[in-house]
């Protein structure tokens, strides 16, 4: 059994009523419970962090040092195209990802087009909306079996 963690960026705690025509009509909850139900289904623990602060991403993801953490799922939201902070502690934290965005972000304005993380990812799912989160644990379900 692998510990597999999903960190959600900020405002995605008001999805399902901030912008469903581009994010979509699911709510975090209905994401984190289908995320739960297909890692409990194939024996991996699962669990899920949301904060709209810097700061709590950085403490968390020091956290996955030392608490069993093997593999994340992550939206950073808007902290993917600004954060340099949080890319350190990603690296620090050494543990693979796969980067999942609701909406395609080379399909939305030039400052949403890059990411700090997706060179360092193991890869990234865009513009896929919820399903992105299932498809990500899919692959992330491959990897930990090699």
């Known amino acids: 059994m692998a510990k597999i963690l999903a960190l959600h960026g900020p405002n995605l705690n008001l999805l399902g009523h901030r912008e469903p025509d581009i994010y979509g009509s699911d709510t975090l909850d ?3 419970q289908r995320c739960q ?27 996955t040092r030392t608490d069993g953490t ?4 992550v939206n950073f939201g808007g902290f993917t195209h600004t954060s340099i902070a949080i890319r350190d502690a990603i690296l620090a934290a050494e543990i693979p990802f796969i980067e999942v965005h609701l909406s395609n972000l080379f399909t939305r304005e030039e400052y949403r087009q890059h990411s700090f ?22 692959a992330a379900f491959r990897r930990l079996e090699r």
Not at 38 to 63: K, M, P, W, Y
């Open 30 to 32: 209905d994401i984190n």
């Open 70 to 73: 093997q593999f994340m799922v």
């Open 117 to 138: 993380f997706a060179d360092i990812a193991i890869g990234c799912i865009v513009g896929l909306g919820a399903q992105g989160y299932e498809l990500a644990l899919q």
């Open 37 to 63: 139900t297909l890692c409990a289904g194939v024996g991996h623990d699962f669990t899920a962090f949301q904060s709209n602060a810097e700061e709590d991403f950085i403490n968390r993801l020091h956290a």
